[in-house]
């Protein structure tokens, strides 16, 4: 991209387990509970053990499991990073180690949320129109403070220097990402790429006020341009770019808005790698001052894009494994299809994706 090309080193970089071979960066999109998606996929990559991770690029969902990952892969490499996910994924969950008070908040927040006609979704969808989170929740309630605070040991992910590691926010005054670099991050700068206006209030970091990274770049990219050795960045996307259907109800045209938002940067990202990759090819430009990026993508297919949108609000243990099991089949066959071509050449069609 329009990163200086940078000269690269042999064998694999960042978190690499015993039999890696090669190396990638890891962009993850944030997307609710279909987090646990990616969840499948992490793991499944962890177990194949022949990729190597340089950066990870996350926003909301996609960077609590890029945090997790690290500080479980620094307490116990692969394996560590693979139990550590699935014990945050089951602590989180309705089903897991809420205390009920705790889990009684978050059902109520997640239950009026879900759009799922019930007489409470209904009644706080009304009410929200008039009243913000710092009326409906004035104490600022948010159960993945507490999970975080407890699961997490952010020494180690400050520790972590094998891999960088970038988390957006976005900034309330300003509209513009925000990237947080792993030897800052917090709890709060993790409920920051998390916070959902409409839901939690916004989460204020050096004076300034944060809300849910989605919103300017889901995941951002330009990170791995300009921070990485490598070329290679694999985007694990889990929200649908197409939806062959008209939304028609108000919950279903502003679930639909929320997906067009949450990829708009995205997109202008992507369109710009390959109207830099076309310069380059053309020999516009040189592959010695710009970086060409070999970009793949995996993603859950019709079956993820099946769910309703309203289900990123659903946080079930069972509907979490779901999703995990549809993550590790995904990465499977991805790696099938595609590791071969990794440090070789792009296995996303740009031009015919995203133009």
């Known amino acids: ?50 990729l190597s991770i340089e950066a990870i690029t996350g926003t909301s969902a996609g960077a609590l ?43 109520r927040f997640l239950g009026y949320w879900n759009a799922d006609g019930s007489p409470g979704h209904l009644w706080l969808d009304a009410w ?43 900034n309330v005054w300003s509209g513009k990402i925000r990237i947080f670099n792993a030897p800052e991050l917090t709890v709060d700068h993790v409920l920051a790429s998390t916070c959902l206006p409409m839901l939690f209030k916004a989460v204020e970091i050096d004076g300034e006020p944060y ?17 990485t050795r490598g070329d290679d960045i694999l985007l694990v996307q889990i929200n649908p770019l197409e939806r062959r259907s008209t939304p028609r109800t108000t919950q279903e045209i502003q679930n639909r808005l929320t997906e067009i938002t949450f990829n708009s940067n995205l997109l202008h990202e992507l369109r710009a790698i390959e109207f830099v990759t076309r310069l380059i090819d053309e020999g516009k430009l040189s592959s010695k001052e710009y970086k060409r990026v070999f970009m793949h993508r995996l993603h859950g297919g019709p079956k993820l894009d099946a769910f309703a949108a309203s289900s990123r ?6 509907f979490f494994k779901e999703l995990r099991d549809l993550g590790r089949a995904a990465a499977r066959s991805w790696l099938s299809d595609h590791y071969e071509a990794i440090g070789t050449h792009s296995t996303l069609d740009l031009p015919n994706t995203y133009s």
């Not at 690499?16 to 499948?40: D, I, V, Y």
């Not at 600022?140 to 988390?167: G, M, Q, W, Y």
């Not at 849910?212 to 921070?227: M, R």
Request: glycine fraction near 12%; aromatic fraction near 10%.
């Open 128 to 170: 929200s129109r008039v009243a913000s989170p710092y009326d409906l929740n004035p104490l600022d309630i948010n159960p993945l403070r507490d999970a975080l605070s407890e699961l997490i040991d952010f020494e180690r992910v400050h520790a972590c220097v094998d891999t960088k590691l970038f988390v957006a926010a976005t």
């Open 211 to 227: 809300w849910d990274g989605g919103y300017s770049g889901n995941p951002a990219l330009f990170p791995l341009f300009y921070e």
């Open 1 to 50: 991209m329009t990163g200086k090309a940078t000269k690269k080193s042999d064998g694999p970089r960042g978190l690499a387990g015993p039999n890696a071979e090669k190396s990638l960066s890891l962009a993850l999109q944030g997307g609710g509970a279909h987090g646990a998606f990616t969840w499948g996929v992490l793991d499944h990559l962890l177990e194949d053990g022949r």
């Open 313 to 318: 609000m659903k946080a079930g243990w069972d």
């Open 65 to 107: 499991n890029a945090i997790v990952l690290l500080e479980g892969w620094v307490e116990g490499g692969p394996e560590g990073a693979r139990a550590q996910l699935r014990q945050f994924w089951k602590r989180v969950s309705l089903d897991g180690d809420l205390s009920p008070i705790q889990r009684s908040l978050f059902d």
